[in-house]
């Protein structure tokens, strides 16, 4: 058992004091009242706030170097699309004690009717997508991703091209949840997120960004789905974008509506910071999260990781996505590993 001990302690969605973070052999780590840490060896003492590890809940690990993105204090990435053979050795890497690289979540390939979206885009290799046409198609393609280590199925709902028949989608979600996994979809334009709210998928990949989502659509996703923010992928801070001012629009309805989102930037997808995103975090505040709101959209409940803030959280709303991208991962004690 080890014990962190810090001036504060944000978990659990608030900032608390008073309270110690105690880190089973097995990695789970709890808050419990400060008194419990036992001192001597066993406790680190660190400066400022710890939290549970940040994640970015869309990344393409083939397109960055997860190492840098570590460094720039992101704890746990989720990949969206790349081949998964490839992602499971990096997923299998970060796991080593004292590994550098960021823990790795993976989706299997892109499920897509034949020539679909992103069978077409040079940044996607042979392997990453797979073509599905009927409904064993679909039960045998989420069968291979499970098997091969994913954790998320990822679909493709593109307007831009051949799209899978709703019944074929439903078979993917009904498939994928059979195996407690949740489905992930790309929707791009007219008619893709009302496919995937009614196949009953769990994620979408971006906060829809092509077109305003109508009230009673959005509240039905906002009672069934997560959405992965990835607003700064319009524009890169550019005034004025008017793709991103539609995201926008849409997140905030779908947060009034009770939606819950999550932290995450498409990395490897153009010129975006290897690490964590001021800019994206600035877009989630403006679309109505807080501060507290935003930290639950970067971490999860049960994390086995953890990140430091040396200076401290700073719950001031225009102070705050500064401050936090000056958050670390916390390294584990190797000491209390060797021994
Ligand atoms: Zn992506």
Redesign the pocket.
Known sequence: MQWLVAESVWWGGRLRTGVALRVAPNGLVKPVPAELAPGGEDTRRFAGTLLPGLVDA???SALVDLGTVRAGGIAEVWD??GVPARVAELAEQAREAGSALPRVRYAGPFLIAPGGYPSDRAWAPAGSWREIVTVADAGAAVAEASAAGATLIKVTAHAGGPQLELPVLSAVVAAAHASELPVVV?AEGPGTVAAACSAGADVL??TPWTERIDDSLLQACAQRMRWIS?LDIHGWGRPDDPDREVAVDNLRRFIGAGGTVRYGT?L??GPLPAGINVREIRLLQSAGLTPDGVLTAMTESGSSTVSWLPGGLDPDPERFADALATARVLDADSRLHSS
């Open positions: 869309h990344v393409h969206l699309g790309h990949a971006h990835t498409d490897g997808n």
